[in-house]
């Protein structure tokens, strides 16, 4: 499947406004980051509700439509979706599958889902191979340090881009907060995701980066169901 996908979406701040180029005005792809927390003791039941949802969405015509579950905490999961635009997510969100979840995941859940509508930050085709390990990272900075961290986000998404055993690096930030990133990276082992933590470039960004940061780096590690 195609990753997080269609035309980059370029913007930048200026004077407190947001100028938005071409590419922005025509690409129409939605992109749904979801956080869910199960009760500890439903989250086998759970995992089967969000494995039966992202099977649907994907007959629905999801661009992508992922179900991971944390390593660290398994009451945890996402979603990571992509629609080609608006229509086709209300579209979703309308028929029964989605009605469905919502009803039977409700008593099982700690909080109601976490849902950040986005739009393409920068995006790259995925390289061949299956993911079996994704880092789902929250990246919040204040207005006025955004270009700055979108650079510094760009430029470690591109070195790892270079790296074949990184399969996927996408940015892409929150529809009505623009200094909102979610950072999707997906590698085919635990070996190459372990070594892009240590790797002196990922250090490197770490330190440029958090002197910007707005809130606390909320990187969290998944697999998929």
Not at 35 to 46: G, L, R
Not at 80 to 92: M, N, S, V
Not at 156 to 165: D, E, G, T, V
């Amino acid at each position: 499947m195609r990753p997080f996908c269609c035309l980059m979406l370029g913007v930048a701040l200026v004077g407190g406004g947001i100028v938005q180029d071409i590419s922005a005005q025509t690409d129409q792809t939605i992109y749904v980051v979801t956080y869910i927390e199960a009760t500890p003791s439903a989250q086998q039941q759970v995992a089967g509700l969000l494995r039966r949802l992202a099977e649907a969405g994907r007959t629905e015509g999801a661009i992508r439509f992922e179900a991971l579950q944390r390593t660290t905490e398994p009451n945890q999961f996402a979603l990571l979706e992509a629609w080609k635009d608006q229509r086709a997510l209300d579209a979703h969100r309308a028929a029964a599958a989605a009605k469905q979840f919502r009803d039977q995941a409700a008593p099982l859940l700690l909080t109601p889902p976490d849902e950040r509508l986005c739009v393409a930050t920068d995006i790259a085709p995925d390289h061949q191979g299956r993911a079996t390990v994704f880092a789902v990272t929250h990246v919040d900075v204040p207005g006025n340090s955004r270009d700055s961290a979108l650079d510094l986000l760009k430029t470690l998404a591109q070195r790892n881009r270079a790296n074949p055993r990184n399969l996927r690096f996408d940015i892409v930030h929150q529809r009505d907060r623009t200094n909102h990133f979610s950072v999707v990276a997906t590698w085919s082992d635990q070996k190459s995701a372990d070594e892009y933590q240590l790797a002196e470039q990922t250090k490197d960004f770490r330190s440029r980066l958090t002197p910007l940061l707005g809130a606390l780096y909320d990187q969290r590690w998944y697999k998929p169901l």
